[in-house]
T-cell receptor, first 115, second 113 residues
Framework: AQTVTQSQPEMSVQEAETVTLSCTYDTSESNYYLFWYKQPPSRQMILVIRQEAYKQQNATENRFSVNFQKAAKSFSLKISDSQLGDTAMYFCAFMKPNSGYALNFGKGTSLLVTP | DTAVSQTPKYLVTQMGNDKSIKCEQNLGHDTMYWYKQDSKKFLKIMFSYNNKELIINETVPNRFSPKSPDKAHLNLHINSLELGDSAVYFC????????????FGSGTRLTVV
């Protein structure tokens, strides 16, 4: 089974600063997808960004970008210009072919943005 | 215009009862899922259905039974509820292909007392 590891249970960042959340995964597959989901206190799961393993270019969505290192099996999320509304749990997730599209999640990182 | 809607949002019930959680998506997606989020926030897949056909059935007590009457609906029925069933249950859906990820419902917080 694929494992997804988020080594930072909690992080804190000041408003307007940049923060990076780490994620590593373990797989023998060459084709797969990686995702970051955000879960604010409202409980809603929100897709932040996704990365296709065969694309070398790192995905970017506004203030959110990833650093995808395929050989190192690393998929970190960078949040620039942090805002109070970014306070949430962030989950890294992995999906591989022939798995019924099952998402394997990491245990999450709780991010607190302070004024 | 909710894309994936779950009802109820909160459910408090006594041990031993039977309860159902309903899920509907209006996105035209082929695949639907149930995930369980435990008290430590860990999310784990329980079931997935593709066009009403069961695709994934993880190691879940057989007190949990999913039902998909059509591809827009996936309900979860739980018999003989136990204290350990207390969790947040998320329904989700996705279109064909790996790259899209899921659209999640807002979750159902189940509390068994």
């Amino acid at each position: 089974a694929q494992t997804v590891t988020q080594s930072q249970p909690e992080m804190s960042v000041q408003e307007a600063e940049t923060v990076t959340l780490s994620c590593t995964y373990d797989t023998s597959e060459s084709n797969y997808y990686l995702f970051w989901y955000k879960q604010p206190p409202s409980r809603q799961m929100i897709l932040v960004i996704r990365q296709e393993a065969y694309k070398q270019q790192n995905a970017t969505e506004n203030r959110f970008s990833v650093n995808f290192q395929k050989a190192a099996k690393s998929f970190s999320l960078k949040i620039s210009d942090s805002q109070l509304g970014d306070t949430a749990m962030y989950f890294c997730a992995f999906m591989k072919p022939n798995s019924g599209y099952a998402l394997n999640f990491g245990k999450g990182t709780s991010l607190l943005v302070t004024p | 215009d909710t894309a994936v809607s779950q009802t109820p949002k909160y459910l408090v019930t006594q041990m031993g009862n039977d309860k159902s959680i309903k899920c509907e998506q209006n996105l035209g997606h082929d695949t639907m899922y149930w995930y369980k989020q435990d008290s430590k926030k860990f999310l784990k897949i329980m079931f997935s259905y593709n066009n009403k056909e069961l695709i994934i059935n993880e190691t879940v007590p057989n007190r949990f039974s999913p039902k998909s009457p059509d591809k827009a609906h996936l309900n979860l029925h739980i018999n003989s509820l136990e204290l350990g069933d207390s969790a947040v249950y998320f329904c989700a859906s996705s279109p064909p292909g790996l790259r899209h990820g899921y659209t999640f419902g807002s979750g159902t917080r189940l509390t068994v007392v």
